[in-house]
């Protein structure tokens, strides 16, 4: 059983013994793949835990650029946060419906945005509702908190950087999507893109970091599964995964084994499986 830590993971035992906190703000941050036919937002409206926002990753982005939420620019962050009540002195919990999945990025989100106090919920919804915890169906009562940003650009990598980090060597990247998708064997999910995975990265699928439960590994565990990956951790890591979703479990698993140089590729394989001139390479 992972140690709560409020800056990375907590437990949902953490999470019911301090839901009253006045500065306490939860998140549901569930995000879905088309193909999971799932409505995350109808799921929060009729069942959430007591006081959660719903945090629209799709809507809470760069909705300039072509490529799928991409992180939002710091002043969008800003408003969308003080309109959900959340600002500089909470306490921010986020969970999702999958168990682990789309927590890890906003988790990201708000740890690029310099806002440290933040933990996902280990487990997630599933993991709240099997225990019987309280959920509610209300929307919260908001009020208005001022938030400051300080943008922590280290942790954020675009395209040139990511083809450079490729060439040489100076980073570890680790990809976390399926076996599969990584070999190029296994179709992708959105269209137009190519197979198989940016020369040099390592496959560690987020799966992997998981429990059957949903909760994330204990840190030996951790370690094995990034050592069995061929993963090198004496350097900095970018994580890279479809759309620059579950790269952030990767991101949130370091953090957990004490690995703090992390950042991700927010275009990811959707970005870099659509253009021609970029290397792609295929097999393990």
């Known amino acids: ?32 793949l088309p193909a999971m036919e799932r409505d995350p937002k109808a799921e929060y409206d009729a069942s959430h835990i007591p006081g959660a926002r719903f945090f629209d990753i799709d809507e809470i982005a760069d909705l300039r650029s072509d490529l799928p939420h991409m992180a939002p620019p710091v002043e969008k962050f800003m408003s ?12 921010v919990v986020v969970y999702d419906g999958a168990g682990l999945m789309s927590a890890a990025r906003v988790w990201w989100l708000f740890r690029l ?3 440290m106090d933040v933990a996902v919920l280990d487990g997630g919804f599933p993991k709240w509702q099997a225990e019987g915890r309280p959920v509610e169906d209300l929307p919260p009562v908001v009020r208005d908190r001022h938030m400051t940003v300080h943008r922590q650009a280290h942790m954020v990598k675009d395209v040139t ?9 100076n980073y570890q990247i680790l990809d976390a999507r399926s076996a599969g998708r990584f070999a190029g064997t296994e179709p992708e999910p959105r269209e137009g893109l190519r197979g198989g995975h940016i020369p040099n990265s390592k496959n560690v699928p987020f799966t992997e970091l ?9 840190e030996a565990t951790l370690r094995s599964v990034f050592d069995a990956a061929g993963a090198d951790l004496s350097k900095p ?48």
């Open 1 to 32: 059983m992972p140690h709560s830590n409020p800056k990375t993971l907590v437990s949902t035992e953490w999470l019911g013994k301090h839901l009253s906190d006045p500065d306490l703000r939860i998140v549901d941050a569930s995000w879905y």
């Open 80 to 91: 969308r946060m003080r309109a959900m009540g959340i600002g500089d002195g909470h306490q």
């Open 113 to 115: 945005m310099g806002k």
């Open 161 to 169: 950087q990511v083809a450079a980090a490729a060439k040489l060597g």
């Open 210 to 218: 998981l429990t059957e439960d949903g909760t994330m590994k204990d």
């Open 237 to 284: 890591v970018i994580a890279t995964c479809g759309s620059g979703v579950t790269a952030a479990v990767i991101c949130l698993a370091l953090e957990q084994i004490g690995h703090d140089r992390h950042a991700i590729y927010d275009g990811s394989w959707s970005e870099w499986g659509m253009y021609n001139d970029l290397r792609v390479a295929t097999g393990e």
